[in-house]
Structures are given as structure tokens and as C-alpha cells.
């Protein structure tokens, strides 16, 4: 138990049915991230939030739309995905400006049809 | 962009033997950490350097921070089955705490 939670685990979506991933961090962190990880692959960063702000969005495209409300919860909203966007889908945190560690949720397995 | 290139891909080792893994890169890094991924979990760190030289252990772990800040390395001593996950390097290239990069991989088998 990392202390980041991550709803659903598993999706299975058509490409033209939208729905959203959740993270929620209960460790006092206040910078954000969504990792894309593929197999065999480097995890990829998709954005980063530091005190709710959009700080990188690492050329990722607009059927991904992120949403950062406050800074325990973080939103990555899908529209319209291909299936080479089926990944498994992390979400981070860290203390803003600290050279620390990331602590990564479970992430959630993302199958798009 | 700084890539990240971590080896060997994958390990296959009897249970008790050591085992040796490493990461590179062509620019210099000024942390570099250590992850396991088990599996249908995220990654979980397990030793983090800032230093170069910087030689640190967590039990049967022992990482190191390469001298010219371009590479580190992974040593698990006695290995045991629990063990099994893949290891992945990371590190901040550059003073922007959130430019991490990612290794991809070293997938660990350990048969009893």
C-alpha cells in the first residue's frame, strides 16, 4: 500500500465510449503525474500537476483530457481511444520541487476494442 | 531526449545466485533510483541515489551511483523467489524535479 489509489483496475472501452480514470493520494503530495506504461517499453509521461496546475503535458494527444480538482485528486478523461492506447495507466505522486521519490498507485489496465 | 538504457532485458537465475543489472545514459543524471514492479502493482522504490559514487544498500539490495553520473547499477545478493518482478531505473536528467525518465525494464525469473 503505496498510499495512491487508483479506480477502475481493469476497463475494457469501445473507441467510441468515454470514461475516466481516478487517482487519489492520501500523503500530503501536492505533484501529480500520469505515466503511460506499454510492454516492454519505458514508462512514458502524459502530464504533470503541481498545486493543481498543468505544468507538462508531454505531447499527448486530446482523446486523453487530464483533470486535477485539488491536490489529492487527479481525473485522466478518455474519448474516442484507439487500441494502441490500451496500456496500463499510472498515476504518481511527490512533494512539488523535491528531488524524492514518486510513489506509483496499482494503476488501472486499459483495453480499448 | 536523455534515454535511459537498462540491461539486460530480462534474467533467468537459480534461487541463491546473485544478480547484476544496470543502467546507462548518454547524459548526466543527478538522481538515480531503483524500482520493482510486481505484478498488477505499480512500482514501488527501493533505493534512491543522489550522489555520484553514492553506494547504498537495503538488505539484499545494493545500488550504486556511477562516478560520471551517467550510469548506475543493481546488485540483489542471494536471490530468493520472491524476488521475481521487473526492475526498472530512473533518474532526473536534469535540475526539473519532474523530468524523471524511465528505464525499460529488466524482467527477473528466479527458479527455486
Known amino acids: 500500500e503505496t498510499g495512491v489509489t487508483q479506480t477502475p483496475r481493469h476497463l475494457v472501452m469501445g473507441m467510441t465510449n468515454k470514461k475516466s480514470l481516478k487517482c487519489e493520494q492520501h500523503?500530503?503530495?501536492?505533484?501529480m503525474y500520469w505515466y503511460k506504461q506499454s510492454a516492454k517499453k519505458p514508462l512514458e509521461l502524459m502530464f504533470v500537476?503541481?498545486?493543481?496546475?498543468?505544468?507538462e503535458n508531454n505531447s499527448v494527444p486530446s482523446r486523453f483530457s487530464p483533470e486535477c480538482p485539488n491536490s489529492s485528486h487527479l481525473f485522466l478523461h478518455l474519448h474516442t481511444l484507439q487500441p494502441e492506447d490500451s496500456a496500463l495507466y499510472l498515476c504518481?505522486?511527490?512533494?512539488?520541487?523535491?528531488?524524492?521519490?514518486?510513489?506509483f498507485g496499482p494503476g488501472t489496465r486499459l483495453t480499448v476494442l | 531526449g536523455q534515454q535511459l538504457n537498462q540491461s539486460p532485458q530480462s534474467m533467468f537465475i537459480q534461487e541463491g545466485e546473485d544478480v547484476s543489472m544496470n543502467c546507462t545514459s548518454s547524459?548526466?543524471?543527478?538522481?538515480w533510483l531503483w524500482y520493482k514492479q510486481d505484478p498488477g502493482e505499480g512500482p514501488v522504490l527501493l533505493i534512491a541515489?543522489?550522489?555520484?559514487?553514492e553506494l547504498t544498500s537495503n538488505g539484499r539490495l545494493t545500488a550504486q551511483f556511477g562516478i560520471t553520473r551517467k550510469d548506475s547499477f543493481l546488485n540483489i545478493s542471494a536471490s530468493i523467489p520472491s524476488d521475481v518482478g521487473i526492475y526498472f531505473c530512473?533518474?532526473?536528467?536534469?535540475?526539473?524535479?519532474?523530468?524523471?525518465?524511465f528505464g525499460a525494464g529488466t524482467r527477473l525469473t528466479v527458479k527455486p
Open positions: 547524459s548526466i543524471f543527478n538522481t
Open positions: 500537476y503541481n498545486f493543481k496546475e498543468q505544468t
Open positions: 541515489l543522489y550522489k555520484a559514487g
Open positions: 504518481a505522486s511527490t512533494l512539488a520541487g523535491a528531488k524524492d521519490e514518486q510513489f
Open positions: 500523503l500530503g503530495h501536492n505533484a
Open positions: 530512473a533518474g532526473h536528467p536534469t535540475y526539473n524535479n519532474n523530468d524523471m525518465r
